[in-house]
C-alpha cells in the first residue's frame, strides 16, 4: 500500500516542469526516499526518460567498479538501446550501451564517459524525451578516488548537465546527513542544487502526511 504522498509527488512533478536542476533529496534512514522515486517514475509522463541508479549494497571500489553501476551491458547496438528507451522512458539499472562501447569507456577508447553521457542524453533531448537521471545513495562513492575525489567530478558533471547545457534533470538522493554537509562545504557547489526534504520526524515509522521544504541545506542540518 503506498501512503498518500501527494504533496511530495506534486512538488517533484512541478520542479521536472522547470528548466533542468540539481536536486539534493535528503530525507533519514527509512523515511520513504526510494520509494517516493518509484512512484514518481511510475508517475511520469511520456515526455521524459528516467535512468534510475541505486548505489545501495554496490561493491564499489574503483573506476570500473563505478562505471559498471552506471552504465547497464545490453544486447544490440546503441541505436536500437536508444530507441528501447524512447519507447519505454525507462531504465531501472544503469545506462543502457553495448558491450563494445561500455569497453571502450573503461579503455578511455572513446574518450570522456561524460562527453559521452552527454551526447547520448542530448539524442534523447531531441527526440522530445527530458531525461531525468537519479542517482541513489550516492554517498556510497563519496571517498572514492580517481585522479582526486570522484564526487566533485561528478558534481561538475551535474552541474554541466543541469545549469549549463540545461539536458538533464539530476536527482541525488542521500541519507547522510554528513556527506551533504560535506558537499555543500565545497564552494563550488552553493547556489548550484536545490534541496528537497523527506522528512520523517519519529525516525523509521513513515508520517503518511510527511511535511515537505524546499529548503536551503543548511536549514535542513539545523532542524537534525
Ligand atoms: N509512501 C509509502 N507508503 C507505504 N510504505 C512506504 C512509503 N514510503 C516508504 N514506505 C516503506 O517504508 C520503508 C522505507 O522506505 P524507503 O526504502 O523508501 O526509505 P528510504 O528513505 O529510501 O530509506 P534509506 O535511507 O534506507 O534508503 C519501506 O519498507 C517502504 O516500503
Ligand atoms: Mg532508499
Redesign the pocket.
Known amino acids: 500500500?503506498?501512503?498518500d504522498?501527494k504533496e511530495e509527488l506534486k512538488a517533484l512533478l512541478s520542479l521536472i516542469s522547470y528548466e533542468p536542476n540539481m536536486i539534493t533529496i535528503y530525507?533519514p534512514?527509512?523515511?520513504?526516499?526510494?520509494?517516493?522515486l518509484m512512484e514518481l517514475t511510475k508517475r511520469i509522463s511520456r515526455e521524459f526518460a528516467i535512468f534510475y541508479i541505486n548505489l545501495?549494497g554496490r561493491f564499489i571500489n574503483s573506476y570500473e567498479d563505478f562505471m559498471k553501476v552506471l552504465f547497464s551491458v545490453k544486447e544490440g547496438s546503441l541505436k536500437e538501446l536508444l530507441v528501447d528507451v524512447l519507447k519505454s522512458g525507462l531504465a531501472y539499472q544503469g545506462i543502457p550501451i553495448p558491450e563494445k562501447v561500455f569497453r571502450d569507456l573503461i579503455e578511455n577508447k572513446n574518450g570522456d564517459p561524460f562527453v559521452f553521457l552527454e551526447d547520448y542524453f542530448r539524442e534523447l533531448r531531441d527526440k522530445e524525451r527530458k531525461p531525468i537521471l537519479v542517482i541513489d545513495?550516492l554517498q556510497v562513492i563519496g571517498d572514492l578516488k580517481v585522479d582526486g575525489p570522484l564526487i566533485y567530478k561528478l558534481f561538475n558533471f551535474f552541474v554541466r548537465l543541469t545549469k549549463e547545457t540545461h539536458l538533464v534533470h539530476v536527482f541525488v538522493v542521500t541519507?547522510d546527513s554528513l556527506f551533504i554537509e560535506k558537499v555543500y562545504n565545497e564552494a563550488m557547489l552553493q547556489g548550484r542544487a536545490d534541496y528537497f526534504l523527506?522528512d520523517d520526524p519519529k525516525g523509521g515509522i513513515?508520517r503518511p502526511q510527511g511535511k515537505l521544504e524546499l529548503l536551503a541545506i543548511r536549514r535542513a542540518l539545523e532542524k537534525l
Open positions: 500500500m503506498f501512503f504522498r530525507g534512514i527509512n523515511s520513504g526516499k526510494t520509494v517516493l545501495r545513495e541519507s523527506v513513515l
